[in-house]
């Protein structure tokens, strides 16, 4: 019997990783990421406060592309206010969270304005943590999130369901190089981008886009979206 379900799940696990293969051909990949980035993300007002999901925290590629596009929203909404959510290390206290708002007072972001959210260990957690802060008038509040492209629907969801009625994003999406430069200068070797760089992306796109449909499920089953 055990024979016949290892057959079973190999068989099965065979076809899935094809199709995904087969998938990443074409732009169905690249449509699901974007739309999990955008779908929910209009903000219909200007922002009072700006958070910041610390993802991967700092030093790392996730953790200064995040706080790139803090400051860039930072610097057109003057008067939002900053949280900077990332669980605190118990073995350097709150050393990241000092080192996101350092990128963000180099990019000429006011200390003032900036806030810590250091308690919560996962997207719920946090959102109730800043719901917290702000228990007697959150509904009158406008929140713009700070975010991966594919925790962006989560996200926007969960601090809805915490109480916040007006809440919108703005997903971290990547500057791709221009396919131009990617290709040789010579006349007839081209490099073939559909299967040494797009194939390789798009396959990445749909291992994102799985790992959050796990997630989105779990917060479903969990009533917090």
Not at 110 to 129: C, H, M, W
Not at 151 to 165: A, D, L, P, Q
Request: charged share 20%; with cysteine; hydrophobic share 40%.
């Amino acid at each position: 019997m055990s024979i016949k379900i290892c057959k079973w799940f190999f068989g099965v696990f065979g076809i899935f990783s094809f199709l995904l293969f087969v998938l990443s051909f074409t732009d169905i990949p690249f449509y699901a990421y974007y739309n999990l980035g955008v779908g929910q993300s209009a903000l219909s007002e200007n922002p009072n406060i700006i958070v910041v999901l610390g993802g991967s925290g700092m030093p790392s590629p996730d953790g200064l592309i995040r706080t790139y596009y803090a400051s860039e929203a930072a610097k057109e909404y003057e008067n939002a206010k900053i949280i900077i959510a990332l669980p605190y290390n118990e073995e350097d206290s709150f050393h990241q969270l000092d080192l996101m708002a350092n990128e963000l007072i180099i990019k000429g972001i006011d200390s003032l304005r900036i806030k810590y959210e250091p308690f919560g260990f996962n997207t719920r957690s946090q959102a109730v943590n800043i719901a917290s802060m702000f228990k007697h008038n959150k509904e009158q509040l406008a929140l713009l999130i700070i975010t991966t492209p594919e925790h962006m629907y989560r996200s926007i969801k969960t601090f809805k369901n915490v109480g916040f009625t007006k809440v919108g994003g703005l997903p971290t999406f990547e500057k791709p190089i221009d396919e131009e430069k990617l290709k040789e200068t010579g006349e007839t070797e081209r490099i073939h981008l559909s299967f040494r760089y797009n194939m390789w992306s798009y396959l990445n796109y749909e291992l994102l886009v799985l790992k959050e449909y796990c997630a989105i499920i779990y917060y479903k089953l969990k009533g917090w979206i």
